[in-house]
């Protein structure tokens, strides 16, 4: 029953990261469409498919919970912000020729994943994790000093994701219902702004052809079926194991840019790519190494 379960936990985590590695191809056939109307639909149409599923699932007991501790729903409309500033800016970036920049964000998010459990989790970075640290640190400082530019939009991606994950990992709340949660908190918003804007094609329904209405519509199904994917995942195997399914995203990312959308791998590009991915091996090795002990 165990290797059952083992083996259903790395089908999910396949999934979760095989979709999210692909969802580019989603937002590229929204790319008229302005980033923050895509982000605003994409909250919106979130809700309602995950209010069904609660109300199928019965999950709206853990929310009554939730309203009735204002510390944890605090950190939620933290990490709504959150999430709502990854979303934007990754859609922004798919839109506008930098899904490259959005893979490299990717990649380096597991490198901050674990500065961040150094500064705030009193977790301690063993010999290798440094070395990887640190040349994803050198691989930012040379594109910033040779070439006069820095990965901002890859920056961005790594960073809202991490803080977002280390806040939700210290607020112990299901997949499910924190998402219900971020998403009600951002609804307000995302309503007014498009009651506002009824006159904008693309934002008011009832003028959209049917093709636009049902891409707009997906925007919940795109963001929510990974997502519990991966937190199927995430109870029915180690996260360290994971861990190692997390790079299928960003490589499906990269792979759909140099190739489908043919984005410019410049020489910049490379080196910076070089010492993240020289950084991962590390990052890996070290995994791996760990795991090996411990068995």
């Not at 990649?107 to 970075?125: D, K, S, W, Y």
């Not at 910049?268 to 068995?295: C, H, P, Q, S, V």
Request: charged share 10%; net charge positive; glycine share 6%.
């Amino acid at each position: 029953m165990q290797d059952i379960e083992h083996r259903k936990g790395i089908i999910f985590a396949i999934c979760a990261y095989t979709m999210w590695g692909f969802a580019p191809l989603y937002f590229k056939l929204l790319a008229e469409v302005p980033a923050t109307e895509i982000l605003l639909h994409r909250v919106l149409w979130s809700f309602v498919f995950v209010a069904l599923l609660s109300s199928v699932l019965g999950g709206f007991g853990q929310v009554r919970l939730i309203l009735k501790q204002p510390k944890k729903l605090a950190i939620l409309c933290t990490t709504s912000l959150l999430i709502a500033a990854n979303w934007l800016i990754f859609i922004w970036a798919v839109t506008n020729e930098h899904m490259l920049d959005a893979s490299l964000g990717y990649f380096i998010n597991p490198l901050v994943n674990v500065f961040l459990a150094m500064l705030f989790l009193g977790e301690r970075l063993r010999k290798l994790q440094w070395a990887a640290v640190a040349l994803a640190a050198i691989g930012v400082a040379i594109q910033l000093i040779s070439f006069g530019s820095i990965p901002l939009v890859s920056l961005a991606l790594a960073c809202t994701f991490a803080c977002y994950g280390l806040l939700r990992k210290k607020v112990n709340v299901d997949a499910t219902t924190g998402l219900l949660v971020e998403t009600a908190l951002l609804l307000p918003l995302a309503v007014i702004y498009l009651l506002s804007n009824m006159g904008d094609s693309m934002t008011h329904l009832l003028s959209n052809d049917t093709y636009h209405n049902l891409l707009l519509l997906a925007a919940g199904i795109v963001t929510t079926i990974p997502l519990l994917c991966f937190a199927a995942s995430a109870v029915r195997i180690p996260f360290t194991m994971l861990g190692f399914f997390q790079y299928i995203g960003p490589c499906i990312m990269f792979t759909l840019a140099i190739t489908l959308f043919n984005e410019p791998f410049d020489m910049e590009k490379g080196i910076t790519f070089a010492f993240i991915w020289a950084a991962l091996a590390l990052f890996t090795t070290d995994m791996l190494y760990k795991r090996k002990l411990k068995n």
